[in-house]
């Protein structure tokens, strides 16, 4: 059973660059035709979407937080990463990765069928 | 810049139906957007419950239902229990690998 798991500094100073990793456990990352996608909700509010990226690295991010995000795939060791620069307190959020798959009779990955746990990211001095 | 709009919270009692819905600051709400439904309880990750409008994911029940409502998308509880409250979380997919979540419904069982 393909499982995710998010790890990474818990702090981040602001202005610095907030880095965290996903590890697929449980089956290839490779396998099956899947986006892989970062999430985050601060404390008491809603999810939202960061972006997603494909094992060949085809990426999409959310425009609101384009020029700051970078996603990268590492196939060999299973994982796939996100980096956010220049964070400030608005930054602060459980940060959850999430499998994105095709929905039915779509050639579309549009729906996140599998989550991580979340790992919390506070972003202070 | 798009919105999604969902209700804030819901109250139901034990046993009664309730239909949430997730709309478009601009527009409406169709199956082109492929909707899919999030359950959400404190301190837990998101469930996946409903995609592609109406097909429910593996081990939810049946009790919950997908669909369209006027221009609308709409997720349905019938005969809500205890353990079904929670916050509900719908997504709509902009094409361009671009998915925007809705601000959340608060469901309270009492």
């Known amino acids: 059973q393909v499982q995710l798991q998010e790890s990474g500094p818990g702090l981040v100073k602001p202005s610095q660059t907030l880095s965290l990793t996903c590890t697929v456990s449980?089956?290839?990352?490779?396998?099956?035709?899947?986006?892989w996608s970062w999430i985050r909700q601060p404390a008491g509010k809603g999810l939202e979407y960061i972006g997603r990226?494909?094992?060949?690295?085809?990426?999409n991010y959310n425009p609101s937080l384009n020029s700051r995000v970078t996603m990268s795939v590492d196939t060999s060791k299973n994982q796939f990463s996100l980096k956010l620069t220049s964070v400030t307190a608005a930054d602060t959020a459980v940060y959850y990765c999430?499998?994105?798959?095709?929905?039915?009779?779509?050639?579309?990955?549009?729906?996140?069928?599998?989550w991580g746990q979340g790992t919390l990211v506070t972003v202070s001095s | 810049q798009t919105v999604v709009t969902q209700e804030p919270s819901f109250s139901v009692s034990p046993g009664e139906t309730v239909t949430f819905t997730c709309g478009l600051s601009?527009?409406?709400?169709?199956?082109?957007?492929?909707p899919s439904w999030y359950q959400q309880t404190p301190g837990q990750a998101p469930r996946t419950l409903i995609y592609?409008?109406?097909t429910r994911s593996s081990g939810v029940p049946d009790r919950f239902s997908g669909s369209i409502l006027g221009n609308k998308a709409a997720l349905t509880i019938r005969g809500a229990q205890a353990d079904d409250e929670s916050d509900y979380y719908c997504?709509?997919?902009?094409?361009?690998?671009?998915?925007?979540f809705g601000g959340g419904t608060k469901l309270t069982v009492l």
């Open positions: 999430a499998r994105v798959a095709r929905g039915v009779s779509s050639y579309l990955h549009d729906h996140f069928d599998l």
């Open positions: 449980g089956g290839s990352i490779s396998s099956g035709s899947y986006y």
């Open positions: 990226i494909y094992t060949s690295g085809h990426t």
């Open positions: 601009s527009g409406s709400v169709s199956t082109n957007y492929y």
């Open positions: 592609s409008t109406n």
């Open positions: 997504v709509l997919y902009m094409g361009s690998g671009i998915s925007v």
